[in-house]
């Protein structure tokens, strides 16, 4: 079983819809979980770093953590066709980082 | 404040070739790491260095090595190309290493290897 597992999609939505990515991890270490944008031919790009269970915003960005059930979610309101990327969670233990292999995301205009 | 810096953003080598592949962090940070991307496996761990010590490593073979330099600039060789090791390379900086601060990646070298 890998330590982090993430849908890879594809997923497709039209635009102005609310997206909801999702990854589930193992091992109850994990203390810092974030969220990354990949466009094509480019490096992932920070989103998103939360520490602690609950929500953290940033503009139409909301990440979700529930330690509990070991699951954390990224949602995106009123979804872009700049938003057509690649997303990858990330956790982290001390100082080694664990990566989901990636949701890809296509935002129909 | 600049990014993460990698050059070159493209390679084509041969078999059994080698080659050396940079990366310039952000100011500041003294944690880097190399991440081997592939559309199949994902990112891979291969690297990371603090201070010019490797602190740890993936599960790569030797043919895969790096260092870093006292400004914290980093390279990654990798000796005996395979077909195999056609992928993105990418370099992460960080402040401290992952228990204060996340990674920041560049855009990566893109290895062709025929």
């Known amino acids: 079983q890998k330590e982090v597992e993430q849908d890879p999609g594809p997923l497709s939505v039209p635009e102005g819809a609310i997206v909801s990515l999702n990854c589930t991890y193992s091992?109850?270490?994990?203390?810092?979980f974030m969220w990354y944008r990949q466009y094509s031919r480019k490096g992932p790009e920070l989103l998103m770093y939360t520490y602690s269970s609950g929500n953290k915003e940033d503009g139409r960005f909301t990440a979700q953590v529930d330690k509990s059930s070991k699951y954390i979610s990224l949602f995106i309101r009123d979804s872009q066709p700049s938003d057509s990327a690649t997303y990858l969670c990330a956790m982290s233990e001390g100082n080694q980082f664990y990566f989901g292999t990636g949701t890809s995301l296509t935002v129909i205009p | 404040k600049a990014g993460v810096t990698q050059t070159p953003r493209y390679l084509i080598k041969t078999r059994g070739q080698q080659v050396t592949l940079s990366c310039s962090p952000i100011s500041g940070h003294r944690s880097v790491s190399w991440y081997q991307q592939t559309p199949g496996q994902g990112l891979q761990f291969l690297f990371e260095?603090?201070?010019?010590?490797?602190?740890n490593k993936g599960n790569f073979p030797g043919r895969f090595s790096g260092r870093q330099f006292s400004n914290s600039r980093s390279e990654m060789n990798v000796s005996t190309l395979e077909l195999g090791d056609s992928a993105l390379y990418l370099c992460?900086?960080?402040?401290?290493?992952?228990?204060?601060?996340?990674?920041?990646f560049g855009n990566g070298t893109r290895l062709t290897v025929t």
């Open positions: 260095y603090f201070s010019e010590t490797q602190r």
């Open positions: 091992n109850s270490a994990f203390q810092y």
């Open positions: 992460a900086s960080s402040g401290q290493g992952a228990a204060n601060s996340p990674l920041h």
